[in-house]
Every structure is written in structure tokens, then in C-alpha cells.
């Protein structure tokens, strides 16, 4: 055969195989791409696809809980889960002022830290009514299971520990002003859920009281009511006839100078958890944690009295005040690290002393402030709480942030002066108007702990 015949032959079978291996290209290259790279592979050979990284877990947050059970008053439900939870943990219900919500009271209370220090969980009612005030007068809200603003606190409570294994012996309610009546409340209608409360300038429990729809009581705000120590507990007692169980212990504070709240009403509810208790009004214990401070303690002298009542000299409706949540946690027991109640160490002054000058003007004032770390151990981060005298409002600061900026405040350091060593301090200070009182602060707290004053 000529080589010129032998060409033509073999033309067809190249274009043939040529062809062939088009079609087989891509499959190819499909698979030596998705294939794993078997073990011993040369360097250049491909790697298997690496699955994308964890993404980091949220950190605790507040959160929105709806369709929580029975509500019949529409109010929302807030909670706060630290990010480190204790087994079995408690559950705090924290309760917010006429005014406020569930967010406001997370962000300017101290109660959320404290969880993050002592593995409990928050729940933050809040109201949606127009006035933002909590039902606390009318007959379905001085009963248990009338309806209102109770019945859905406790849907909330009952949600949080089913959802989380809580402890249901270990169940406590503070609030401030409306928050507080409502403390109040729900240990009348509920003695069987709450373990105690702690009561931050509050009424007792059924003064607010009204038949004709208004959520005020003037003469109740005005403490002008006043009843025997008997007539107030029956009130109590009878929110949830026929129970014979233990009562919740209480914890009440209130400022001498309230305006809103007069401050005959702390003395009214005196009567009516000694009463509840069956105590006698003399107490076993009295003194003075904290300068212009007065503690009673009703039942007997430790940190878990059934009663514990604290007075505050020249304080106006503005609490609780910077380190209070924590003297509140301890009357509790949730910093005792324990299962059950118990009295953990009170926040005592001596850790840090404060020195504070102001200079003021017609309207205005600049204050410093610094804080001296009298202790042995360094204090990394740290917050430093006061009370504004009624009228002061801060416009301005530095060396910290500060918030709220009227009322009870907390200083927060800055990135640049987060450490304290042992013997040493830090300066801050701030600019406020004020109404006519331009006094400083008479009390501070770092950390939860009282300081001295220099």
C-alpha cells in the first residue's frame, strides 16, 4: 500500500480519537478537581475542600420571648442568659418603674452583671400599656390567678424554668417604684412560687388598691394611708386564701427624701411582712452598713432575716443606686454558690476609698472624683456607682462613661485606666446642671463593693 493511502487511513481514526477525548475532557477534569487527595500525594497534587470554620457562639444577650403561656394583659417578656448558666439555676424577675421596660431596667440596672457572676437567669417584664406602669391596684391584680399583669409574670416564670431546668425553690422578684409594688403583689398572690423579694421604693401590698379603673392612688403615693400591722397582712392573706405554706422573706428599701413614694409607706410595710411573718415590729438587729444608712432586720439578726428593711437618710426616688442589686443578691442567696439560700459575704467597705471635690456655679458644677484601690489584689475593670442629689443631670465626663446620667449612675472605666494596683487610683470626674442642690454624691461603690470616704 502507497504511504498516500495509508494517510487517508489512518485521518478518520485521529479525528476519531480526538473527538473522543473532547468529550472525556471535562469528566476528567471534574474528577482529579473533586477527588481527595490521597495519602503520600505529591505537593502539587489538589487537597479536599476544608469545611468552613465554627462560627463563634453569640455572646449572652437580650433577648424578646413571646407565646409564653397565659397573658392577659399583653405585657412582653425580656430575658437575660448568661453565657456561663449554673446547673439548675434561679430565676430573678426583675421589674421595671412606671415609665420604664424590660429593656431600660436590663441596661441601667446591675442585676445582668450579677448574673454573669453567679450563673442566674433574668426575666424582664415589660409593660404595653400607655402608662408603662404596672397593674397594681385593680381587684384582678390582689388575687392570685385574677387575671392581669400576675397572671402573666407568672406564664413567664413558669416558662423559664421548664425551658431552662431552674430550680423552682429558687425563684425571687425585685422591681423599683411600680416595679416594687408589683414585688409586693406577687408575694401576696403568689407565696408559693416566690422564695423572697427585695422591694426598692415601694407600697404595700394592696395600698394601691382602686374600684374605679384608675391605676392611681393618690393617698397611697402620698403615705397617708396607714393601717395596723394586722389589717395589712390580712390583705395579704387573703390574695391566696386557705394557704398555710412558708411566705416569702422581703427585703424594702426607700429613700427619706422620695417625693413620689412618701416615705410613710416603707414604715406601712413593715408592718405588713413582720405581720405576714408573725413577728414582732422590734427588731433583732439594727445598724448601719453604709454611712447615712439604717438596717432593721425582723426575725432574726443574720443575712437571710425574713425581714430586712434599709433607710435611706436625704434619699430621693432614685433607687437602686450603684452596689443595692448586689446587697440584694445577697439577701437572696445567689452569691452563695451553694443549691439553696445562703448568706454569702456582705459587700463591706475598707476594699476602696474615694475622694471627691466639686465646684459649682449658678446652674452648673464639675465634681472629681478619685478612686483609691485600699486593697491587696489588683482590680481589672472596674464600675464605680453614686447617687446624684435630686436635680443633678451629667452633661459631660471624663475618665470614664457614664450611664445614666441622672439618678443612680455607674462610671464605667476607660480602655486606658481599666487597672488599679493595690495602693493606687485613678481620677475621673464629670460636668452636671443642677436645680439648686450642687452637693456631691454621699456614697460609692467599685464593683459592687462600699467605699470609704476620704
Not at 47 to 74: K, M, Q, Y
Not at 416 to 422: C, E, G, K, M, S
Not at 427 to 438: E, I, K, N, R
Request: aromatic share 8%; with cysteine; charged share 10%.
Amino acid at each position: 500500500m502507497s504511504r498516500t493511502s495509508s494517510n487517508r487511513t489512518r485521518t478518520p481514526l485521529r479525528r476519531a480519537l480526538v473527538t473522543l477525548l473532547g468529550a472525556l475532557a471535562p469528566l476528567l477534569a471534574t474528577l482529579f478537581l473533586t477527588a481527595p487527595a490521597a495519602s503520600g500525594a505529591p505537593s502539587g497534587a489538589p487537597a479536599a475542600p476544608r469545611p468552613a470554620p465554627a462560627a463563634a457562639p453569640a455572646a449572652a444577650a437580650l433577648t424578646e420571648v413571646t407565646n409564653f403561656g397565659s397573658n392577659p394583659s399583653n405585657l412582653q417578656m425580656y430575658l437575660y442568659v448568661p453565657d456561663t448558666v449554673a446547673a439548675r439555676p434561679a430565676v430573678l424577675v426583675a421589674v421595671h418603674y412606671c415609665g420604664g421596660s424590660g429593656p431600660a431596667f436590663h441596661s441601667g440596672t446591675e442585676f445582668a452583671s450579677l448574673a454573669d457572676r453567679y450563673g442566674f437567669i433574668v426575666v424582664y417584664p415589660s409593660v404595653t400599656r400607655a402608662s408603662k406602669c404596672f397593674d397594681v391596684s385593680s381587684p384582678q391584680a390582689l388575687r392570685r390567678g385574677g387575671g392581669s399583669d400576675p397572671v402573666g409574670i407568672r406564664s413567664m416564670v413558669d416558662w423559664a424554668t421548664r425551658t431552662y431546668g431552674a430550680d423552682t425553690s429558687r425563684v425571687y422578684v425585685t422591681g423599683a417604684s411600680s416595679g416594687a409594688m408589683m414585688t409586693n403583689v406577687l408575694l401576696g398572690d403568689y407565696p408559693d412560687v416566690f422564695a423572697a423579694g427585695a422591694a426598692f421604693m415601694g407600697v404595700p401590698f394592696g395600698c394601691f388598691a382602686t374600684t374605679d379603673g384608675s391605676e392611681w392612688n393618690s393617698a397611697c403615693a402620698n403615705g397617708t394611708v396607714s393601717r395596723t400591722p394586722a389589717a395589712w397582712g390580712d390583705l395579704v392573706r387573703a390574695a391566696h386564701p386557705g394557704y398555710s405554706g412558708p411566705r416569702p422573706r422581703m427585703q424594702l428599701w426607700h429613700g427619706t427624701e422620695d417625693a413620689i413614694l412618701r416615705y410613710p409607706n416603707f414604715g406601712e410595710e413593715i408592718k405588713q411582712w413582720t405581720n405576714v411573718h408573725g413577728l414582732s415590729q422590734t427588731p433583732a438587729t439594727t445598724d448601719s452598713p453604709q454611712s447615712g444608712w439604717t438596717r432593721t432586720r425582723y426575725g432574726s439578726s443574720g443575712g437571710q432575716a425574713a425581714v430586712e428593711a434599709i433607710s435611706l437618710q436625704g434619699v430621693g426616688h432614685s433607687l437602686p443606686a450603684g452596689g443595692m442589686a448586689a446587697r440584694a443578691i445577697t439577701f437572696f442567696g445567689l452569691d452563695s454558690g451553694g443549691s439553696g439560700p445562703g448568706p454569702g459575704p456582705e459587700p463591706q467597705p475598707g476594699a476602696c476609698r474615694v475622694a471627691v471635690t466639686t465646684s459649682a456655679w449658678n446652674t452648673g458644677l464639675t465634681a472629681s472624683v478619685t478612686v483609691t484601690n485600699t486593697g491587696t489584689i489588683p482590680v481589672d475593670g472596674w464600675k464605680l456607682g453614686f447617687t446624684l442629689p435630686a436635680g443633678q443631670t451629667i452633661t459631660s465626663g471624663w475618665g470614664a462613661t457614664y450611664a445614666p446620667v441622672t439618678g443612680a449612675v455607674t462610671a464605667t472605666n476607660a480602655p486606658y485606666n481599666a487597672t488599679i494596683d493595690p495602693g493606687t487610683g485613678v481620677t475621673l470626674g464629670y460636668q452636671a446642671g443642677h436645680s439648686g442642690v450642687a452637693s456631691a454624691p454621699g456614697a460609692f461603690t467599685l464593683n459592687g463593693t462600699a467605699c470609704a470616704l476620704a
